[in-house]
């Protein structure tokens, strides 16, 4: 059975839970029909990386290469965005305002070296965009993913797809907190954890159902 691989993160930056995670545990061994070809069947693998510079890249790297995965999609936390935000390019730096979870900043650090400067998302990003707005659900193709660890795993995600056969689509989408995240942050955003797990069921859905990504002005002034 072809295999869907999805990533959540650990809780960071002293928050006690992610909603990376929270969401992206709740599909593990769930198996999808694509939408239309119902004969064809995806086992759902779900894995949580560690908020660590290079340790993440090491594991999501491992379970590339143990599962072989036809989809990726590692998702993470986005505090103070309200959207589901489906990310175009990871860009080969690392520079990181905070520790992560071991104690590494790495500043102006190359995420791959002699790496290119940057590697464009595989999934159809519009696509989803476009149907999770259809479906009621805040979202927006996004310019940036940053430049901590989220940046740097899409980075490396990217980076094994374009040198090895599998993945055939990948990429990474951000999501907001959590309420329970939230009401420590007054004033920020947040979306509850089913309209989360909703959000990332359609992505899955729609990049087994897409052959191509839409041809939709999604884009920004600045």
């Known amino acids: 059975m072809k295999k869907i691989l999805l990533t959540g993160f650990d809780p960071f930056d002293h928050e006690v839970t992610n909603p990376s995670w929270e969401a992206v545990r709740t599909f593990d061994g769930k198996v999808l029909q694509k939408p239309d070809d119902p004969a064809q069947h995806y086992l759902i693998v779900s894995a949580q990386l560690p908020c660590e510079f290079y340790v993440a890249t090491e594991k999501l790297n491992a379970l590339l290469a143990a599962h072989q995965p036809e ?39 190359a995420v791959v070296k002699d790496g290119p400067a940057a590697y464009f998302s595989s ?3 519009k696509a ?5 707005r259809q ?12 430049t901590y660890v989220c940046n740097h795993i899409f980075y490396g995600l990217m980076h094994y797809a374009n040198t090895h056969a599998s993945p055939k ?7 907001p907190y959590l309420p329970e995240q939230a009401a420590h942050h007054p004033g920020a955003p947040s979306m509850a954890l089913h309209n989360l797990i909703f ?3 359609s992505a899955v859905l729609t990049c087994l159902q897409e052959k191509l990504d839409y041809k939709e002005s999604m884009g920004t002034e600045c």
């Open 71 to 109: 989809i990726v999609i590692c998702v993470g936390q986005a505090g103070g965005r309200a959207d589901i935000s489906v990310e175009r390019i990871a860009i080969n730096i690392d520079d990181a305002r905070i520790p992560d979870n071991a104690g590494n900043q790495p500043i102006d650090e």
């Open 123 to 125: 999934l159809p990003i």
């Open 128 to 132: 989803i965009v476009h149907n999770l």
């Open 135 to 146: 479906q009621g659900m805040p979202a927006n193709v996004s310019q940036t993913a940053g």
């Open 169 to 175: 689509r990948a990429g990474f989408i951000h999501i």
């Open 199 to 201: 959000s990332l069921e």
